[in-house]
């Protein structure tokens, strides 16, 4: 048995008796610092970045999005300027339009070592994981103990392909998912920790702009307009300071459409491409027809937000708020430009409706919510060896498309849950 299939073991047999409760959350928790430490290698083994091996993956996201975008703005010119930040600095990939509040909140990693820097960063995600972790199990105390719920799932997640993915790239997700997640959590109880668990999710626009317009829409609309405008009070400081230093509004505009252009036309990142690791709908939609509708990623996102908010609302009058938290998840990854890591932001709906589900899996019609469930998990689950399999039966284009499939059919699968349920949670 693996170490993930000793932990679940563990997990559902901790509550089996109170003695076994500290043997299982025990055993869980050197399982999870052994796959920790593992996962956190990569950031003090990595070669410090030269022009010589920008390909280099391990914590190229720290490099190429947090620790050289921040030394050019330290340095006084724009990272979101792609011509500027190629010629300067060993990176990569050009940095997206993240908040600019981004480039004040994460400075710290910036003023030192490269090496420290990623290794204090890579600690900082790790723990936000269990953060994380620990706002799952919170959903679930009522079937699992909370430090067993929370050191079992953070296992589960260092574990997982999703988790020591954003160990190994050095990517923001632990906090954008942290933070969308305590948004969907406190949205009725706390408005004020939700708004900001908003505003941390808006560091990259393509959570904070679906996520915003679906709470909105649920009624939580207080959360979403002062969230939305935390993120952009935020920002504002840092904005002007780059206009001023670009010589003016329109030479920022210029440098946001060529931002935009090098990132509609990469190999990582364009809708297009048949390599790219996106899990979205468009992109989904193109690898697997190779047709590309006109105007297919607009479509998409009103397409999918629609859907979701009538459906999302439904669910919340009939009590069934579980079920519309993942449903807004997967909107949220599904609808607009996303990768298979981004998926993080679902686990406590994950795991607060897998505990719904395992009480009513015996009911009409549950079933297909527990394909969803399982869909949802598959981007946690394609480790290297699976996708190793994936790639020598089918080939390189289905590795790369098989995440995307999976999230996109868990959407389709809870809408159709959706559309069929009846009464109440």
Known sequence: MTSVGRGAAALRGGRRTGVSVPVATGVLAVIGALSAWWALRPSWQVPLPTSANKAEVRMQDFRDATYYPLREFLAGGNPYDPSVMFAHWPVRQDFNLYQPYHLVLHLPFALVDYRVGAVAFVLVSLLLLVLLSLLAAYGIRRHVPL???????????????????????????????????????????????????????????????????????????????????????????????????GGGVGAFADVIAANLAHATSTDYGAVDSMTAQRVD???????????????????????????????????????????????????????????PGDVLIAVPAMAALAAVWWRRRREPGWWVAGLALTATAFPFLHLHAVDTAIVSAFGPRVGVTADGLAVVAAWVLLVVFAARRRGGP
């Open 147 to 245: 430090a067993l719920g929370t050191v079992g799932i953070a296992t589960l997640l260092v574990t997982s392909q999703v988790g020591k993915a954003q160990l190994y790239l050095g990517q923001v997700n632990p906090l954008v998912a942290l933070g969308a997640a305590g948004a969907l959590a406190g949205r009725e109880r706390q408005p004020k920790w939700a708004a900001v668990g908003l505003a941390v999710a808006w560091l990259k626009p393509q959570f904070g702009l679906p996520l915003a317009l679906l709470l909105f829409a649920r009624g939580s609309r207080r959360v979403a307009l002062t969230g939305t405008a935390i993120a952009a009070v935020a920002s504002l400081p840092v904005v002007v300071l780059l206009v001023v230093r």
């Open 281 to 339: 709908l468009p992109a989904v939609f193109f690898r697997t027809t190779g047709w590309l509708p006109p105007a297919v990623e607009p479509v998409a996102l009103l397409g999918v937000l629609a859907a979701s908010v009538l459906l999302a609302r439904k669910l919340d009058r009939i009590g069934d708020g579980v079920t519309a938290d993942l449903l807004t998840c997967l909107a949220v990854v599904v609808c607009v430009v996303h990768q």
